[in-house]
T-cell receptor
Framework: EAQVTQNPRYLITVTGKKLTVTCSQN?????MSWYRQDPGLGLRQIYYSMNVEVTDKGDVPEGYKVSRKEKRNFPLILESPSPNQTSLYFCASSLSIRGPNGYTFGSGTRLTVV | KQEVTQIPAALSVPEGENLVLNCSFT??????LQWFRQDPGKGLTSLLL?????REQTSGRLNASLDKSSGRSTLYIAASQPGDSATYLC?????????FGAGTRLFVKA
């Protein structure tokens, strides 16, 4: 089944403890992206990647890192999480940003930083 | 800079009613437009994808239209059901990003 898989689904952590949220797609998509979703603010793009070793900042990149060493994987790294990074996170992928396939989303990771 | 607006922000209708959700965008030079459904706390499920060369797409009770010249798309839901209750979002590519609308929260009353 074609899908984007995120792990973990739920995570509670403490301020400053480094964490990684994994994202993997099995569709050979070139484009991958991370979003966070907060009440009243909608979906905001954190980072995106056009292909292996090609990444760029989205609208809210502060406090996050990403890497794209393999086409299928695009992990999101929080080096020193803070409570304002408590959010619902989504990974998404697409064959190309310009379509024709559109976006496929993962199921989300609910992160709580205390 | 591409901006996407969805109206209304929330909608409550009785079961069986036909309804229209609206999505407008400021830059008409888009490659495609995608409609998603999101249930509370869950991921986004793609409903329909309209390419820039298309005028509409249909899937079951859903029909999405695209008018690039006016910067608008509509999602038509026929014979609404309580199971249609969710938030509906539209999205368009903006440069190397994808721009989402804030969504329309739909509640269908049984």
């Amino acid at each position: 089944e074609a899908q984007v898989t995120q792990n973990p689904r739920y995570l509670i952590t403490v301020t400053g403890k480094k964490l990684t949220v994994t994202c993997s797609q099995n569709m050979n998509h070139e484009y991958m992206s991370w979003y966070r979703q907060d009440p009243g603010l909608g979906l905001r793009q954190i980072y995106y990647s056009m292909n292996v070793e090609v990444t760029d900042k989205g609208d809210v990149p502060e406090g996050y890192k990403v890497s794209r060493k393999e086409k299928r994987n695009f992990p999101l790294i929080l080096e020193s999480p803070s409570p304002n990074q408590t959010s619902l996170y989504f990974c998404a992928s697409s064959l190309s940003i310009r379509g024709p396939n559109g976006y496929t989303f993962g199921s989300g990771t609910r992160l709580t930083v205390v | 800079k591409q901006e996407v607006t969805q109206i209304p922000a929330a909608l409550s209708v009785p079961e069986g009613e036909n309804l229209v959700l609206n999505c407008s965008f400021t830059d008409s030079a888009i490659y495609n437009l995608q409609w998603f459904r999101q249930d509370p706390g869950k991921g986004l499920t793609s409903l329909l994808l309209i390419q820039s060369s298309q005028r509409e797409q249909t899937s079951g009770r859903l029909n999405a239209s695209l008018d690039k010249s006016s910067g608008r798309s509509t999602l038509y839901i026929a014979a609404s059901q309580p199971g249609d209750s969710a938030t509906y979002l539209c999205a368009v590519p903006g440069g190397f990003k994808t721009i989402f609308g804030a969504g329309t929260r739909l509640f269908v009353k049984a």
